[in-house]
């Protein structure tokens, strides 16, 4: 059984120019010690996913379907009250914006001590003092004790980061998601922060779930991956089938946009051309039928379901059902 699955999920927004499907069917799971990859444009739905598990969903939008079953126990059905104790325990999350994230009235450490506290409430105030100066030397953030007294604002992007990993893995959570988790952070410090959630990751047997649009990072980490488009899964595989035999246009078409050395100089890179539908208005039969130089009448009319074409290899496109 797998640590967490989510099956079937749904979440909508009801807005006034319509109910925007942001989550419209997705399923997908993550085994213990593993690390998996939600993959698509900005908007496909790979954050609302993610929040969803942990139910973060603020009107107007709602959950309205499907499963969220970590150990055994659908999440979307238990109490709120029980829920607060899996959130950032059990089941945590590095946002994609840090200084979003920290409240800037507060140190550092006190939101780190704070988090602590919250979930382990018999810890002794000077162990938790101890724990969280750790987590800094964890993360690799220098003088972690004047930090620990620093506000979020005294932080440079790449160490506010690094303090967001640190607040995320506080508790030891079984499960833990990383949303563009090197967005707002400088080249030199992407590759850093991914080693050190590996490394937390392969140490504890914690399932990652990493959320991206960059296929190099997940050609680097994760053990299989889901390609998601407006609100679907499209295609979802191991790393190598994946990266080997893309089936669904989609896939092929993010691969050909990304650089790689095999390639000789003079072949260009191909641009992905139009833009996903708008998801109050999504067209007739396939998702991506609008911009895939494949199309038959076929994709016009009908949605294609996931169909398996190798063990593990599930693709949703009429092409190959």
Not at 29 to 53: M, N, P, R
Not at 185 to 212: H, Y
Request: net charge neutral; glycine share 6%.
């Amino acid at each position: 059984m797998p640590l967490l699955e989510v099956k079937s999920l749904k979440t909508h927004f009801y807005t006034d120019e319509g109910i925007v499907k942001a989550v419209d069917g997705v399923s997908f799971h993550v085994d213990s010690g593993e690390t998996i990859a939600l993959v698509g444009e900005s908007g496909c739905g790979k954050t609302i996913s993610v929040y969803s598990i942990l139910r973060l969903i603020q009107p107007p939008g709602k959950i309205v379907a499907g499963e969220v079953v970590y150990s055994g126990v659908d999440l979307l059905k238990m109490p709120e009250k029980a829920m607060e104790g899996i959130r950032g325990k059990e089941i945590s999350i590095v946002f994609q914006e840090a200084s979003a994230t920290f409240d800037p009235l507060f140190t550092i450490g006190h939101q780190i001590k704070e988090m602590i506290e919250t979930h382990e409430k018999n810890t002794d105030k000077q162990e938790v003092q101890k724990k969280a100066r750790h987590l800094l030397d964890i993360v690799n953030i220098p003088d972690a004790m004047q930090r620990m007294n620093s506000y979020p604002f005294e932080l440079s992007g790449g160490m506010l980061q690094r303090a967001m990993i640190a607040l995320a893995i506080s508790c030891n959570p079984k499960v833990l998601i990383a949303d563009e988790p090197t967005t707002s952070v400088d080249a030199s410090n992407q590759l850093q922060l991914l080693e050190l959630m590996q490394g937390l990751v392969t140490k504890s047997k914690t399932a990652l779930i990493l959320i991206t649009h960059n296929l190099g990072l997940v050609v680097r980490y994760a053990s299989r991956v889901y390609i998601m488009y407006a609100g679907r899964i499209v295609e979802t595989a191991s790393l190598m089938e994946i990266f080997s035999n893309s089936q669904h246009p989609y896939t092929q078409a993010l691969w050909a946009c990304v650089p790689r050395l095999d390639r000789s100089k003079s072949d260009r890179l191909i641009p992905l051309d139009g833009q996903p539908p708008k998801l109050t208005n999504l067209p007739q039969g396939c998702r991506f039928a609008p911009r895939c130089n494949k199309r038959t009448s076929t994709c016009s009319e009908q949605e294609p379901v996931l169909v398996a074409i190798n063990e593990g290899h599930f693709v949703a496109c009429h092409r190959v059902s």
